[in-house]
T-cell receptor, first 113, second 113 residues
Framework: DAKTTQPPSMDCAEGRAANLPCNHS???????VYWYRQIHSQGPQYIIH???NNETNEMASLIITEDRKSSTLILPHATLRDTAVYYC??????????????FGTGTSLTVIP | SAVISQKPSRDICQRGTSLTIQCQVD?????MFWYRQQPGQSLTLIAT?????????ESGFVIDKFPISRPNLTFSTLTVSNMSPEDSSIYLC??????????FGSGTRLTVV
C-alpha cells in the first residue's frame, strides 16, 4: 500500500528550482524515502533516496524534516527535460528482504519555457 | 546499475489470446518484480518473481491470469492470459541488484483489441 501523499500536479518555470513535496506521516524508523521519476512512455528512473539526513547528488537534493513525516525533492535548475511524473516512495532499504516498491499517484511536474 | 532488456516493447493482441513478456538482466539480481501501469494511472505491483519457486502475487492478481517464471537469477517471464481490453496496459519489469538498488525496464505496451 502506498504510504505517501503528493500533490497531483505542479508547474515550474524553466531555470528555476522545482520543489516537490511529499507527506509520509506513518513512516517507520527504518524506512527510507525514495524518489523516482517517469518520463512519458519510459520506465521509472531512480533520482535519490535518504533516511534521516538531507542528501544531494548530481540530479537533485532531498530534504527530510526532522520528524521524518515529510520531505521535499529539489531540482535546482529545472529544464524542459525534467517534465515527468515524480514518485515519492517509502520502504525498507535492504535489497534482499523482498520489500517491494508501492507507488502512489505521484506529482506530474510540467516545466514551462 | 543493472541493465534490463524487456521484450516485446509493444504488441497489439486479440482478445482471448495470451502474451508472454520477457525480462532479461545483464547481471545476477536478488529480486525481480512485475508491475502494471494502466492508462493514465500509477504503477501497481503484480508479483514478485522468485527464483526456482512460485511467484508471490499481490492482492487482486492470480497465477492463472498472470503466470510468472523465473528459471535463473537473470531472467523472468510474465504471461498475460486470456486477454481482454481491460488488460491493455504497460507492463514493467523491475530488479534489485545488491550493489545498485532498484532498476526498471522500459516496459511493454500492450493493446488488446
Amino acid at each position: 500500500d502506498a504510504k505517501t501523499t503528493q500533490p497531483p500536479s505542479m508547474d515550474c518555470a524553466e531555470g528555476r528550482a522545482a520543489n516537490l513535496p511529499c507527506n509520509h506521516s506513518t513512516i517507520s524508523g527504518n524506512e527510507y524515502v525514495y524518489w523516482y521519476r517517469q518520463i512519458h512512455s519510459q520506465g521509472p528512473q531512480y533520482i535519490i533516496h535518504g533516511l534521516k539526513n538531507n542528501e544531494t547528488n548530481e540530479m537533485a537534493s532531498l530534504i527530510i524534516t526532522e520528524d521524518r513525516k515529510s520531505s521535499t525533492l529539489i531540482l535546482p535548475h529545472a529544464t524542459l527535460r525534467d517534465t515527468a511524473v515524480y514518485y515519492c516512495i517509502v520502504r525498507l532499504s535492504h535489497a534482499n528482504t523482498g520489500n517491494q516498491f508501492y507507488f502512489g499517484t505521484g506529482t506530474s511536474l510540467t516545466v514551462i519555457p | 546499475s543493472a541493465v534490463i532488456s524487456q521484450k516485446p516493447s509493444r504488441d497489439i493482441c486479440q482478445r482471448g489470446t495470451s502474451l508472454t513478456i520477457q525480462c532479461q538482466v545483464d547481471s545476477q539480481v536478488t529480486m525481480m518484480f512485475w508491475y502494471r501501469q494502466q492508462p493514465g494511472q500509477s504503477l501497481t505491483l503484480i508479483a514478485t518473481a522468485n527464483q526456482g519457486s512460485e511467484a508471490t502475487y499481490e492482492s487482486g492478481f492470480v497465477i492463472d491470469k498472470f503466470p510468472i517464471s523465473r528459471p535463473n537469477l537473470t531472467f523472468s517471464t510474465l504471461t498475460v492470459s486470456n486477454m481482454s481490453p481491460e488488460d491493455s496496459s504497460i507492463y514493467l519489469c523491475s530488479v534489485v541488484a545488491m550493489d545498485s538498488g532498484y532498476t526498471f525496464g522500459s516496459g511493454t505496451r500492450l493493446t488488446v483489441v
